[in-house]
């Protein structure tokens, strides 16, 4: 079993950046998929990115994509979600989980298939 702590949220300025880190420990197939989500208390958790256990594959949504950069740092065994551009719709709490499978099941399987983690809460000022 795979598990992961979210760390990295913090309060953040309208237009500013932050990386969000998940440690990830224990065993892990080589074919696992790394996500990032969000959810607030009003909204149901938001697929955000994916990227494959080696870090070469990568998706976003298109609410993201082109600010959020998810990355792989293999030898620390930690996942990076790189949020550039924050908006007041960004706050959140997010989650990191992980999955086997291919990448593009990131977001066609149930929510209860991933292992999560406890999640860090990241909240932009306007």
């Known amino acids: 079993q795979v598990e992961l702590v979210e760390s990295g949220g913090r309060l953040v300025q309208t237009g500013g950046s932050l990386t969000l880190s998940c440690a990830t420990s224990g065993r892990a197939h080589v074919t696992y998929v790394l996500v990032w989500f969000r959810q607030t208390p009003e909204k149901a958790r938001e697929f955000l990115a994916a990227v494959t256990w080696g870090g070469g594959n990568k998706m976003y949504s298109e609410s993201v994509k082109g600010r959020f950069t998810v990355s792989r740092d293999i030898a620390n065994n930690t996942t990076y979600l790189q949020m550039n551009s924050l908006k007041p719709e960004d706050p959140a709490v997010y989650y990191c989980?992980?999955?086997?499978?291919?990448?593009?099941?990131?977001?066609?399987?149930?929510?209860?298939?991933?292992?999560w983690g406890q999640g860090t809460q990241v909240t932009v000022s306007s």
């Open positions: 989980g992980v999955t086997p499978g291919r990448l593009s099941i990131a977001t066609k399987i149930p929510q209860a298939y991933f292992s």
